[in-house]
């Protein structure tokens, strides 16, 4: 898979949730992400889409699904992952300005040389929507055969 074709997966994605029915759109939010990651893979941009289960399975309020798409710019040239996992949001009553979650899922990310899949564990928050925008932030561990990073991630949701 290409950066372009990552891309281009992501903006259909985003482009069919844009066409769902509200109740659909409320529980499917979508936008864009920095990252930076260790093991000289360095800056990243991309893109994330993340999924409440909570209508899907009831009995399971904090469950989600998280897939995201980032290309990166280490010297000597460029490389991309992909990941999805499936989270777990807490509900912190008394805290109404964060939502944390945790999760894991699979991994590939493609280097100069070689790529690999494996595992991610990650952790992050998502704070107060401003207006229509949900920033986050998390911290991610990638664990491929090819090479393992630890990921910083920021972004807003729509």
Do not use: C
């Not at 979508?30 to 260790?38: E, F």
């Not at 409440?52 to 699904?65: D, E, M, R």
């Not at 944390?100 to 690999?116: D, E, M, N, Q, S």
């Not at 932030?137 to 393992?148: D, G, H, N, Q, Y």
Request: aromatic residues 10%; glycine residues 16%; without cysteine.
């Amino acid at each position: 898979m290409t950066s372009r074709s990552g891309l281009l997966i992501a903006i259909g994605i985003a482009g069919l949730t844009m066409g769902a029915a509200p109740s659909v759109r409320a529980q499917v939010q979508y936008g864009p992400q920095l990252n930076w990651a260790s093991n000289n893979i360095g800056f990243g941009v991309g893109g994330r889409v993340e999924a409440s289960l909570a209508k899907a399975i009831p009995s399971v309020q904090g469950l989600g699904v998280l897939g995201a798409f980032s290309v990166y710019f280490p010297s000597g040239g460029t490389a991309w992952g992909f990941d999805v996992g499936a989270t777990y949001h807490f509900d912190i009553p008394t805290v109404k300005t964060i939502a944390p979650y945790v999760g894991a899922g699979l991994a590939v990310l493609h280097g100069i040389k070689r790529t690999g899949g494996g595992l991610n564990l990650f952790a992050g928050t998502n704070f107060s929507a401003l207006g229509a925008l949900t920033p986050f932030a998390e911290l991610k561990l990638v664990l491929v055969r090819s090479t393992s990073a630890v990921v910083l991630t920021g972004g807003v949701l729509f």
